[in-house]
Every structure is written in C-alpha cells, then in structure tokens.
C-alpha cells in the first residue's frame, strides 16, 4: 500500500517558505537600519515633500502617488528599529493607516478622513523618535547622521501639513490668502508649502492662519524650526568635537 508524500512535501514547502520571508524581513531591517538608508529615506521624503506637490498639481495622478510614497515611508518604520514595543506600534499603526485608504479609496460610501490623518499624525510621531534614536545610537557622527537629522527635519514638516488637514477637517478654516482648498487631498500642496514657511521661520505672507488652531500650530512649527538645529544639530556637532 502506498503512502501518500503530499502532506510531507507540503510542511516542507511551508517551512521553506516560512524561512525565505523570514531572511527577507531580517535583510530589510538590516538595510533599515544601516547608516545608508537615511539616503533612500531622504529622497524618499524628497519627493513627498517637493515633488509630489508639483505633480499634484498639475496631473490627477499625483493623489495616488503621495499616498503610495507616504505609506512607503510609514512602512520603513517597521523595519528602522530593534524595539519590539516600537515595532509593534509602527505595525499597528500602518496597517489602521492602510486600511482606512484602502476603505476611502474603494469603491464604497465609507470614509474616516479625519480619523485617517490622526493615524497620519501618530506615525510621523512615532518614524520622528525612530530616526532620533536612529540618528544619536553609538554617539557616533558621519555624514549619513547628517543626513538623518535633514530626515526628522522633513518629517516636522509632513507632521505640519497632516495636522492642517486634520484643523481644516474639523473647523472647517486653516489657512487663508493665495489659496482655494477643497477638503481633500489636494489641499496638501497648500498644506506643506505652509507647514515648510512656518517651520524655517520664512512667512511670506502669501498664506497665513486664519483661525486660532492654525495660528497654535503655525507657531509651534516656528519653535521647532529654532530649536531643530541649536539641538539637535549642535549635539551632532558636539559629538563629532569628541571624536577628534
């Protein structure tokens, strides 16, 4: 009588299978965690933060692509630490993130969009301590922490600009002047362009707050852009004074 191998084969398959994406989770946080990504993290941030709001602007598949690239960059998170509570925590968050896009963009009359940049908000929170843990481990200094520290400068920005729409989402105003916003995602051209002027301190005037929400967040932004490099640049500087 013959004995039958498929559910042998089958548990090796799984096991094989089990142990290929095992290697590749421990590859992509090796990456992750390496000095060199804060490089692939920076063009990422890059184009979310400079290029995307062009291509929004001019063609109705910039949309798709911001919220593709901003997962992307939440989707780093998981990886960027060693932390199991941080991990845990950045997981949790992406995969609530993913699925409220997936339910606004899916072909149904559901949406959380305020809800969903709340979760916005807590993941740019969560990927900022990421990368300053990141960005002071081993006290060491290179180019690459340099790097790093322009990351976490960047992702105050975003921070900014998923705030504004989460404000304007609730009450109905945010900014004011050279601008028409809609309520959508569109309105993140408009968002970072004024989260970006508030944070280095610029204020061209163009646009301004228009409520006092909007003005609370204008100047907390202002605050950090002072404060960004008197600490977190300096204490780079200082350990790269010790090193010497």
């Known amino acids: 009588m013959a004995v039958s191998t498929a559910p042998v084969e089958y548990t090796i398959l799984c096991i094989q299978l089990d142990c290929s994406m095992r290697n590749l989770i421990r590859k992509f ?3 992750w965690l390496a000095d060199a990504s804060f490089v692939t993290l920076l063009i990422m941030l890059l184009a979310a933060v400079f290029v995307l709001p062009v291509i929004m602007e001019l063609s109705g598949h910039g949309v798709l692509l911001f919220n593709v690239l901003l997962l992307s960059v ?12 941080l991990i845990s925590l950045s997981a949790l968050l992406f995969s609530v993130h993913l699925a409220l896009r997936i339910i606004r963009f899916g072909e149904n009359p559901y949406s959380f969009f305020i809800f969903e940049n709340v979760i916005g908000i807590a993941n740019t929170l969560v990927f900022i301590f990421i990368n300053l843990r990141l960005l002071f481990r081993d006290q060491s200094v290179n180019a690459y922490r340099i790097v790093g520290a322009v ?11 998923l ?20 309520g959508t995602d569109d309105d993140y051209v408009h968002f970072i362009y004024f989260s970006l002027t508030s944070l280095t301190t610029v204020g061209f ?22 404060l960004f490099p008197a600490i977190v ?3 780079l500087v200082g350990l790269a004074s010790s090193q010497r």
């Open 163 to 182: 705030t504004l729409e989460v404000i304007h989402a609730v009450t109905g105003a945010s900014i004011g002047g050279h601008v028409v916003l809609n």
């Open 233 to 235: 640049i300096a204490r």
């Open 151 to 161: 990351n976490v400068y960047l992702l105050l920005a975003l921070m900014g600009a």
């Open 205 to 226: 005037g163009d646009i301004y707050a228009v409520n006092t929400a909007a003005r609370m967040l204008a100047t907390f932004l202002s605050t950090l852009g002072v």
């Open 74 to 85: 939440f989707l780093s998170g998981i990886f960027s630490t060693r932390s199991v509570g």
């Open 29 to 31: 946080q090796s990456y």
